[in-house]
Nanobody
Framework: QVQLVESGGGLVQPGGSLSLSCAAS????????MGWYRQAPGKQRELVAA???????SYVPSVKGRFTISRDNAKNTLYLQMNSLKPEDTAVYYC?????????WGQGTQVTVSS
């Protein structure tokens, strides 16, 4: 059974940092391009960062230069390092393949940026 488990979210002040993790089981992440998605209240879920099978990365303009996506193949885990956080980064963050073809989304991890 495929399972994605996100963790690492929390409450942080503007300008702070958080590191998210996505542990996968039932699948091997290296066979997919993977991504981090987020969904803010009242908004659609959006892809914010992706890492291709060859390790190349891409970001939406709003997070470029602040977020870094990475993958540990040995641990079958995806990461998102988030720096210089802004209130508009507040959302539930999810991982999935890019595009999202893994049917079982995880529960996500809440990131709240507020003073």
């Amino acid at each position: 059974q495929v399972q994605l488990v996100e963790s690492g979210g929390g409450l942080v002040q503007p300008g702070g940092s958080l590191s998210l993790s996505c542990a996968a089981s039932g699948i091997t992440l290296t066979i997919y391009a993977m991504g981090w998605y987020r969904q803010a209240p009242g908004k659609q879920r959006e892809l914010v960062a992706a890492i291709a099978k060859d390790g190349s990365t891409s970001y939406v303009p709003s997070v470029k230069g602040r977020f870094t996506i990475s993958r540990d193949n040995a641990k079958n885990t995806l990461y998102l390092q988030m720096n210089s956080l802004k209130p508009e980064d507040t959302a539930v963050y999810y991982c999935n393949s890019a595009p999202p073809i893994i049917q079982n989304w995880g529960q996500g991890t809440q990131v709240t940026v507020s003073s």
